[in-house]
């Protein structure tokens, strides 16, 4: 008769693990987004301010060579025109040339610019992140916010979005991160 009273507890660890564990690994799945979200945001920081300052650095021998460049054009376009033109006229000619075709020069030079710049920050990115396959370089986009003058005081400006994936189950979702870097040009002066 007391066996009757007695209750069996056989099962009882698996019934509580079959409770427990899909909460204990939604919280790892969760976590572990959460630190790669975390990884590639700082890795797109780094990216972008590193790659805004190289730039700034290496303004000044393009500056020089701007500048040579056009005392050079200047002196040319008056020795072959017997003084009648100078490089500014010779520019304004060349604009409205272009402005009749519809060709917009800043346009075609900021998007050179761009991939240029694109290039290096998907560089720093691999290199931040560690190369792995963890992360890729196909969802960055960069943009210059703040295209320099190359005159004294200018600034140049990037900004570069990263889209990750979210990983997890039944969830389809992808989170934009976005950073901006804002450097001042060194020109010499």
Known sequence: MKRNWIRKEDG????????????????????????????????????????????????????????????????????????????????SF??????????????????AVEGEVEKIMKAKFSETTGGDGLFSNDTLEVEITEFPSLASDSYIGVAATYEIPIQVPFVNQTITLEQRAYERLWTGS
């Open 94 to 111: 060349a604009d409205h040339i272009l402005q009749e075709f519809g060709v917009d020069a800043g346009a075609i030079l900021t998007n």
């Open 12 to 91: 009882s660890l698996t019934l509580e693990a079959a409770l427990v564990m899909p909460v204990f690994l939604l919280f790892t799945v969760f976590l572990a987004t959460m630190i790669r979200i975390s990884i590639a945001d700082m890795a797109l920081k780094q990216a972008v301010s590193e790659s805004t300052e190289i730039i700034a650095t290496h303004a000044y021998p393009v500056v020089l060579a701007g500048q040579s460049a056009q005392s050079y054009a200047d002196r040319w376009i008056r020795n072959h025109t017997e003084e009648e033109l100078d490089l500014d006229q010779a520019s």
